[in-house]
């Protein structure tokens, strides 16, 4: 059976496998397509695409853009836009910047408490999970669970949300570079009526299926989609070992959702 997994990260965010690894690892798994969608960054592709191509796996460009949103962070989901878009790179890059940013604000608050925490990356963008890492790297902690709870969790001590870009604006740079734009795991969203506001906005569909999240519970997501005529997507939100519950493939789309998808990503990315 046809299985796209539409949500997963490389080493160029937080997740731990290069971008060919993952591409390898989606056809051990069994996958026909997948949506790369590192956090922020499309720089995975440069290297996906090419083994993608030789293993003879269909890979669509996607990314998972933070934004806000009522002073909430929301994820939203990119899919099949121009990877080449001015649009998509300028917002990369200002990404990028507030990372940095935040990120030495946070490493100046870890120190304040007494932490040392040496920061090392080769590729890609900074996240809090590379700060929980050097954590338990260091021993101040016993697990990037322990750090996220005790440190670096929305709102605790040595947070820092950095620059905002706002959905408003994250939509419509996917769709000047012709792409989708999705809600990522709205069960993750807490507020009820900040969802409901979201769902006015000009998304083009809502992540149902994620991770290993409860089956009964998507009706839910699948409801809010039809009432709208919205795709209904899902992923496996994959990171590696840094999050090992959570395996690629373990939340998928068929070929029906896939396909189009796929289709509008080959129109977009002719040279
Ligand atoms: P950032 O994009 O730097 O704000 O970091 C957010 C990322 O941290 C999320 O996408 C997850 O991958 C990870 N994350 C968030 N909360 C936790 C947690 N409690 N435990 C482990 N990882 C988390
Ligand atoms: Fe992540
Ligand atoms: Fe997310
Ligand atoms: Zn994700």
């Not at 604006?169 to 993750?188: N, Q, S, Y």
């Not at 900040?194 to 992540?207: A, H, N, S, T, V």
């Not at 990171?239 to 959702?257: M, Y």
């Amino acid at each position: 059976m046809f299985r796209a997994d539409l949500h997963c990260h490389t080493t160029c965010s937080d997740g731990t496998l290069p971008p060919e690894a993952l591409v390898a690892y989606a056809v051990e798994r069994g996958l026909q397509g997948l949506a790369i969608t590192d956090h922020d960054t499309v720089e995975a592709f440069g290297r996906a695409l090419p083994e993608a191509k030789r293993l003879g796996l269909q890979l669509m460009s996607g990314v998972e853009f933070s934004t806000v949103f009522e002073e909430t962070v929301v994820h939203v989901l990119g899919y099949a836009f121009d990877l080449k878009s001015p649009l998509i790179l300028d917002l990369c890059d200002r990404h990028r910047q507030r990372r940095q940013d935040r990120m030495d604000q946070m490493v100046k608050k870890l120190r304040r408490l007494g932490f040392e925490v040496p920061l090392m990356k080769d590729e890609g963008v900074l996240g809090r999970p590379h700060l929980a890492q050097a954590l338990v790297d260091a021993g101040h902690v016993a697990s990037i669970d322990e750090a996220f709870k005790k440190y670096l969790g929305d709102g605790r001590s040595c947070f820092v949300p950095g620059a905002a870009f706002s959905v408003e604006e994250t939509l419509e740079v996917i769709h000047g570079a012709g792409g989708l734009a999705v809600i990522a795991h709205p069960m993750l969203v807490k507020k009820t009526s900040c969802l409901k506001r979201l769902y006015r906005l000009p998304f083009d569909g809502i992540e149902a299926f994620y991770a290993r999240w409860p089956r009964h519970q998507e009706q839910r997501w699948i409801d809010v989609a039809k009432s709208r005529d919205w795709l209904i997507t899902g992923g496996s939100d994959f990171h590696g070992s840094i999050k090992p519950r959570i395996d690629l493939g373990c939340s998928w789309v068929q070929e029906e959702v896939f396909t189009p998808l796929y289709e509008r990503f080959l129109e977009n990315n002719r040279d």
